[in-house]
């Protein structure tokens, strides 16, 4: 059995852009990927609201090679919840995927959700939102001060060194 050292670096890269943040892990049931296929799942969780969620991602793996078939985020709360998808799929597997889909008599094979389906991409664009929806929220600016907010300050300070 061959160790795919690609696969394995595709697999740090997964987990570094989900800040490893991996909420569960079963086997892959359709046979395409062969008998060692296993899918993670990593959440992002809207705030306040625990059972909802903002983001997920997936990445299905061969346990024993490493070797990854594919990796896709979705995005529940992009377009005021409409929500959107992205996946990648490996080159070699993408065809042996397609087929076991028209065999199992799934129509959609690329359907993520509801009416939203996945936009198949490359690799680096899929991480690259996944690091986007699972990294730290943006800090808030501190607003500027007004130049009459500036002038009492200078001035307060003007006065406490005068008392010194």
Partial sequence: MKFDQCGAMRINRFFNACQFRISDSDKFCWGCYGNNAQILDATVPLKNKPRQFKAGAQIIIDTATHTVFEISVADY???????????????????????????????????????????????????????????????????????????????????AVGRR
């Fill in 77 to 159: 709360t992009w377009n005021k919840g409409k929500g959107r998808a992205f996946k990648w799929y490996n080159p070699e597997y993408s065809l042996i995927h397609d087929v076991e889909a028209a065999r199992r008599g799934v129509e959609h094979a690329d359907q993520a959700w509801d009416n939203v389906n996945y936009k198949r991409t490359n690799e680096a664009t899929v991480l690259r939102h996944i690091k986007s929806l699972f990294g730290p929220a943006p800090r808030k600016k501190k607003k500027k001060a007004s130049a009459p907010r500036k002038l009492a300050k200078a001035f307060k300070r003007k006065k």
